[in-house]
């Protein structure tokens, strides 16, 4: 089943796409700025079994507006979701709103619970400080009751595409026999990372660039209560935990997503791609 959206921002979301496999319907595609969120459930998104997913926040908004590579490669993502609460009320606002936010770190717990007894189903992390994913997995595999973890790696922060390294990498993923790769190498990142080196690991279904979730699944960093994040200041918790690594982010350049979100609204947001 092939389903074509067109996207009034630029191209990315206008190509046909198949249902990807596990889910009984194709979402709904939800253009924003030059890109496009799905509209999907949580549980809806707990039945695909292969693809890759991405989850849509400010950060990456941002970057989306000067990141070239990070732009053309939004279109080999399978489904995306809302995974900001701020982004979750803004399409509300513009009139596009998707029936919830999907974070990526409330996705993953709810998956390997999905998949406990489902031997198909193995899991290699990728990314965060030495020892994190380590921890991350033994704590996994403790919930869960067998080794659904089988493999992790903590690249070295200026790895590179191309080298050795890299490839030592994907030899490891694949030797690990995972069908799924949860990458955490930072927003942008990750997903370029995937979509540039998916084709060399055919034993993975499913791939999840999802950011901090292996910090938070290690305990590594703490999450804030639900209320925060429903009011849609998560930000602002991780800006006053973290003053140092986030206040850039926060501080400079997500609020930069505002004035695009009000051009959108007006129709007057031009894609500083679009030929
Ligand atoms: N990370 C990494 N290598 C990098 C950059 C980031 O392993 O080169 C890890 C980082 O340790 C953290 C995760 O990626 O575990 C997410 O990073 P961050 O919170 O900065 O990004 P976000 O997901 O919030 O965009």
């Not at 630029?10 to 969120?37: E, K, W």
């Not at 509300?92 to 974070?103: A, D, I, P, Q, T």
Request: include cysteine.
């Amino acid at each position: 089943m092939t389903d074509i959206v067109a996207n009034p921002a630029g191209d990315q979301g206008a190509t046909p796409r198949s249902t990807p496999v596990g889910l009984a319907v194709t979402p709904r595609r939800v253009p924003v700025l030059n890109v496009y969120v799905d509209d999907i459930s949580m549980d809806d998104l707990l039945e695909m079994r292969e693809g890759a997913m991405a989850t849509l926040h400010v950060d990456m908004i941002v970057k989306l507006q000067h990141d070239r590579e990070f732009y053309d490669i939004w279109n080999t993502f399978d489904v995306v979701t809302c995974d900001s609460q701020f982004l979750y009320f803004a399409l509300k606002l513009l009139r596009r709103g998707v029936c919830m936010r999907v974070s990526g770190s409330d996705y993953f717990p709810k998956f390997y619970t999905r998949y406990a007894n489902d031997p198909s189903v193995t899991v290699f992390l990728v990314g965060a400080a030495p020892g994190i994913a380590e921890k991350a997995r033994a704590d996994i595999n403790a919930k869960v009751g067998r080794e659904i973890i089988v493999g992790t790696n903590a690249p070295a922060f200026d790895f590179r595409d191309g080298t050795p390294a890299n490839d030592a990498l994907i030899d490891e993923i694949n030797a690990s026999g995972a069908t799924s790769l949860l990458v955490a190498l930072g927003a942008g990142r990750q997903e370029k990372w995937i979509a540039n080196n998916r084709h060399r690991m055919p034993n993975v279904k499913l791939f999840l660039p999802l950011g901090g979730t292996i910090d938070y699944e290690a305990d590594a960093v703490k999450r804030p209560p639900a209320f925060i994040t429903n009011i849609g200041l998560e930000w602002f918790w991780r800006l006053v935990r973290e003053p140092k690594r986030r206040w850039r982010r926060y501080v400079i350049e997500e609020p930069k997503v505002i004035p695009y979100l009000v051009r959108d609204a007006f129709g007057k947001y031009r894609n500083p791609f679009s030929t």
